[in-house]
């Protein structure tokens, strides 16, 4: 699967930024995804997941109540709608497959294919 995250940028802290995930090469309704992050000299780290069909999604604690995860499968595109962002969200952003587990785990090792990641920078 070929996956190209975009819609990152700078913003201020309190506000909203969405970012997307195109993906071509398999059909796209079959398999969960998932974000995650990473800042320099740290693991990446999950962010949120969403089933195949769109019915259940999973958030890191830290995200919860903030982020929202969210696909069109008819449009082979995955969402993630962030509000209230914080200087501690920076970070980039990369969009991932998981082809086999359900449900969609937390760890990025269960992960299959990997976006190129999109810069996401929160100012105080």
């Known amino acids: 699967v070929q996956l190209q995250a975009s819609g990152g940028g700078l913003v201020q802290a309190g506000g909203s930024l969405r970012l997307s995930c195109a993906a071509s090469g398999r059909t796209f309704s079959r398999y969960a995804m998932g974000w995650f992050r990473q800042v320099p000299e740290k693991e990446r780290e999950f962010v949120a997941a969403?089933?195949?069909?769109?019915?259940?999604?999973y958030y890191a604690d830290s995200v919860k109540g903030r982020f929202t995860i969210s696909r069109d499968n008819a449009k082979n595109t995955l969402y993630l709608q962030m509000n209230s962002l914080k200087p501690e969200d920076t970070a980039v952003y990369y969009c991932?497959?998981?082809?086999?587990?359900?449900?969609?785990?937390?760890?990025?090792?269960?992960?299959?294919?990997w976006g190129q990641g999109t810069q996401v920078t929160v100012s105080s």
């Open positions: 991932a497959t998981d082809l086999s587990t359900y449900p969609p785990t937390h760890h990025r090792y269960d992960y299959d294919d």
């Open positions: 969403i089933t195949s069909s769109g019915d259940n999604t």
